[in-house]
């Protein structure tokens, strides 16, 4: 297929680096194409930033068939544009969409097309330290039709958006709060696809979080109520002595691409690395001990986020003395040094973004 391109008739004012925040700001270009039985995936086009023509039936409204990615383009000190592990967010998308009864689309073509979209848009890439361009590809139904099926049409978009960093607290200790009241998913359901429903699950108990002071959600199992799974907007991991453990992923865990490269990483180091259940009851014995000697979650939109503070019912535990451990912070530096090109990318996992 070929994509054809529409330009803006006029762009925009692009903001200052230091005056980002995240996903409120989008660039003038984004990708679109659909798909409907006959034709398949077609009609691929870069075309001007804007609304989405929509009938009030459309399924995606009304039944949450939706999913979706987040990846990142960065800036590098000669000024180049490169992407940090793009094809394995494609690859997590058509399992997300294989869940979602959605068609599979095909990865090399989605590569072609953010690249094209990312070198057209390559202005827009902030080189402040800290901040990327991040990229939200997702597909949605669009059959005009309130009875429940799976639709038969579908809209792939890609839209780009600059960015600062994702919390407010930078790479600084964030509170994180455990709940038994909620659950996000479980298994045999969705709870490993990227889908909207996912993060409407979670939104209550976010609100929550917040009144009370916490950044974010630690989402416990939703059968036992008991064994660690992840939080809101990342995985997470816990340092108990020299052993990084991490929870397993099970069917309701989503597959972060951060994570594995958290666990590659770490790997490298020579650091144990164990994927197994872990009860929200070990991590606090663990504390009492003295043996939890880190908490971090990870991400794409965070990287590494290191975790100080954790309150379970009324029992509240500080990590770390409420600083960032020594293992989060070699995490964060170092994954950030190979997604901005100041270090060497010794595992494949960077994709230039070459000027047409």
């Not at 798909?35 to 075309?47: F, L, M, Q, T, V």
């Not at 960065?74 to 490169?82: E, I, L, N, P, W």
């Not at 666990?263 to 001990?289: L, N, Q």
């Amino acid at each position: 297929m070929e994509i054809s391109i529409t330009k803006a008739d006029k762009l925009k004012d692009r903001p200052s680096d230091t005056s980002l925040g995240f996903g409120t700001i989008f660039t003038d270009h984004m990708f679109n194409m659909d798909y409907d039985p006959e034709k398949g995936w077609h009609n691929p086009r870069i075309e001007p930033y804007g609304p989405i023509n929509l009938s009030p039936a459309t399924m995606a409204l009304h039944y949450g068939q939706a999913i979706f990615e987040g990846l990142k383009a960065y800036r590098t000190a000669d000024g180049g544009v490169q992407l940090f592990r793009p094809m394995d967010n494609f690859k997590r998308m058509n399992r997300s969409a294989e869940m979602l009864c959605i068609p599979a689309v095909d990865e090399q073509f989605l590569m072609k097309a953010l690249l094209k979209l990312v070198d057209m848009e390559r202005a827009w890439v902030p080189s402040a330290a800290g901040t990327s361009l991040y990229i939200r590809p997702f597909i949605f139904a669009t059959d005009p039709y309130i009875g429940l099926k799976a639709s038969s049409t579908y809209r792939f978009c890609m839209i780009l958006c600059p960015v600062g960093a994702y919390y407010p607290e930078g790479f600084n200790p964030v509170k994180i709060w455990v709940t038994r009241d909620y659950v996000r998913a479980v298994r045999g359901g969705v709870g490993q696809a990227k889908t909207a429903g996912n993060y409407a699950a979670s939104l209550y108990a976010t609100e929550l979080a917040h009144k009370d002071g916490y950044t974010q959600v630690l989402w416990l199992d939703g059968v036992e109520l008991k064994y660690v799974e992840e939080v809101g907007s990342m995985n997470i991991f816990f340092k108990l002595g020299d052993e990084i453990v991490t929870p397993q992923l099970n069917g309701s865990i989503l597959s972060g691409v951060t994570r594995d490269s958290v666990i590659t990483m770490a790997k490298s180091w020579g650091v144990k690395v164990t994927e197994r259940r872990i009860a929200i009851d070990e991590v606090f014995e663990a504390h009492a001990k003295g043996d939890l000697k880190e908490v971090f979650g990870s991400g794409t939109a965070a990287v590494i986020s290191p975790v100080g503070n954790i309150k379970y019912h009324e029992k509240v535990i500080d990590i770390s003395d409420g600083k960032v451990g020594p293992l989060a912070s070699r995490l964060f530096n170092e994954l950030m040094d190979i997604q901005y090109g100041k270090a060497e990318d010794k595992f494949g996992w960077i994709v230039p973004v070459k000027p047409a």
